[in-house]
């Protein structure tokens, strides 16, 4: 608090030395801490109303620090709407953990072209993809989901069928553990546009509400669009073991060895399995398997699990 109300001190001071891009630089460090500060986003507003130049005060060079990017864009809002969006989204990519995404929703006075939406939003897959499911709770990346969600709510006001803002949407509340959110954007996101990605993303939301033959049916409807995909084909053997549904999870493997019969994780669970259902054949391939790839733990950690299952067998 103290470094915050320091920084605002030197920002008023360059304010009254007409110094603004110093007075910029020093404002965009208070909101890079805390982006709805009411004094700093006060400041910002009446640096606004003075018509300065986004450029000027805060340019967008090479290596722009990410806070100034930001400023950048409160800045650009009146200008071009989109490009600040999508410059919000840009830093929001490289830093997930500061929530410049709840800026947006006040934004939204003005309609943002659909195609603008796409752009934005797409940015920020890959990054979800790098979090876990469910994020812990003292993440600070949840306070910027939490701000996604509440932005894609408006946003689907405006444009309810954009498929990316749907599957964006659905995947970060995935990651905030709010599953029954998750299935709603994700079964929406499939019926503006049914496709393998869209049916994936409904399968996954599924799964992890714990709705293990919903989400095996969404698995092999994405098969119905893309049936050379071996990934939901791995989803799905993945699935009923967890389940301790060998035949399903068999036949789910097998379907992958059929055009590759040494898939790295198809091969051993097979043979896994096999084990399990009393193949000392298939035991001893395992063994050979987890011998001839020494850097894949995952075949020696099925082997202890058979020993597991093959001992409590045994005690019973």
Same mark, same amino acid.
């Given at each position: 608090?103290?470094?915050?109300?320091?920084?605002?001190?030197?920002?008023?001071?360059?304010?009254?030395?007409?110094?603004?891009?110093?007075?910029?630089?020093?404002?965009?460090?208070?909101? #890079?801490? *805390? !982006?709805?500060?009411?004094?700093? $986003?006060?400041?910002?507003?009446?640096?606004?109303? +003075? %018509?300065?130049?986004?450029?000027?005060?805060?340019?967008?060079?090479?290596?722009?620090?990410? %806070?100034?990017?930001?400023?950048?864009?409160?800045?650009?809002?009146?200008?071009?709407?989109?490009?600040?969006?999508?410059?919000?989204?840009?830093?929001?990519?490289? /830093?997930?953990?500061?929530?410049?995404?709840?800026?947006?929703?006040?934004?939204?006075?003005? +309609?943002?072209?659909?195609?603008?939406?796409?752009?934005?939003?797409?940015?920020?897959?890959?990054?979800?993809?790098?979090?876990?499911?469910?994020?812990?709770?003292?993440?600070?990346?949840?306070?910027?989901?939490?701000?996604?969600?509440?932005?894609?709510?408006?946003?689907?006001?405006?444009?309810?069928?954009?498929?990316?803002?749907?599957?964006?949407?659905?995947?970060?509340?995935?990651?905030?553990? /709010?599953?029954?959110?998750?299935?709603?954007?994700?079964? #929406?996101?499939?019926?503006? *546009? !049914?496709?393998?990605?869209?049916?994936?993303?409904?399968?996954?939301?599924?799964?992890?509400?714990?709705?293990?033959?919903?989400?095996?049916?969404?698995?092999?409807?994405?098969?119905?669009?893309?049936?050379?995909? *071996?990934?939901?084909?791995?989803?799905?053997?993945?699935?009923?073991?967890?389940?301790?549904?060998?035949?399903?999870?068999?036949? #789910?493997?097998? #379907?992958?060895?059929?055009?590759?019969?040494?898939? @790295?994780?198809?091969?051993?669970?097979?043979?896994?399995? +096999?084990?399990?259902?009393?193949?000392?054949?298939?035991?001893?391939?395992? *063994? @050979?398997?987890?011998?001839?790839? !020494?850097?894949?733990?995952?075949?020696?950690?099925? $082997?202890?699990?058979?020993?597991?299952?093959? %001992?409590? %067998? +045994?005690?019973?």
């Amino acid at each position: 608090m103290a470094a915050t109300q320091e920084e605002l001190a030197i920002v008023w001071r360059a304010v009254k030395q007409d110094d603004l891009r110093h007075a910029i630089e020093h404002l965009a460090r208070v909101l #890079a801490q *805390e !982006p709805e500060h009411p004094e700093g $986003l006060a400041l910002l507003d009446a640096l606004d109303g +003075r %018509g300065v130049d986004p450029q000027v005060v805060a340019p967008l060079d090479q290596d722009a620090w990410f %806070g100034l990017v930001a400023v950048h864009a409160w800045l650009l809002r009146r200008r071009d709407l989109g490009a600040a969006i999508d410059l919000v989204f840009q830093v929001t990519a490289t /830093r997930p953990d500061v929530p410049y995404l709840r800026w947006v929703s006040g934004w939204l006075r003005q +309609r943002v072209p659909q195609d603008r939406w796409e752009v934005a939003f797409l940015r920020l897959l890959p990054v979800l993809g790098e979090m876990p499911v469910p994020l812990d709770e003292t993440d600070p990346r949840r306070a910027t989901l939490d701000g996604l969600v509440q932005l894609a709510a408006s946003v689907r006001e405006q444009v309810p069928r954009v498929v990316t803002v749907l599957q964006v949407t659905a995947s970060a509340l995935r990651r905030l553990g /709010r599953f029954d959110q998750a299935i709603e954007w994700a079964a #929406a996101a499939y019926r503006v *546009e !049914p496709s393998w990605t869209t049916a994936v993303g409904l399968a996954a939301a599924l799964r992890e509400h714990g709705d293990v033959d919903a989400a095996l049916a969404a698995y092999r409807r994405a098969l119905t669009h893309d049936p050379s995909d *071996e990934t939901a084909w791995l989803d799905i053997g993945d699935l009923c073991l967890e389940e301790d549904r060998l035949m399903e999870a068999l036949d #789910a493997y097998e #379907a992958v060895l059929a055009s590759d019969p040494q898939h @790295a994780w198809a091969r051993p669970h097979v043979l896994f399995i +096999r084990a399990r259902l009393g193949s000392e054949q298939a035991r001893l391939e395992l *063994e @050979a398997w987890s011998a001839e790839h !020494p850097d894949d733990e995952h075949p020696t950690s099925l $082997l202890a699990a058979l020993d597991s299952v093959v %001992g409590r %067998g +045994r005690s019973n």
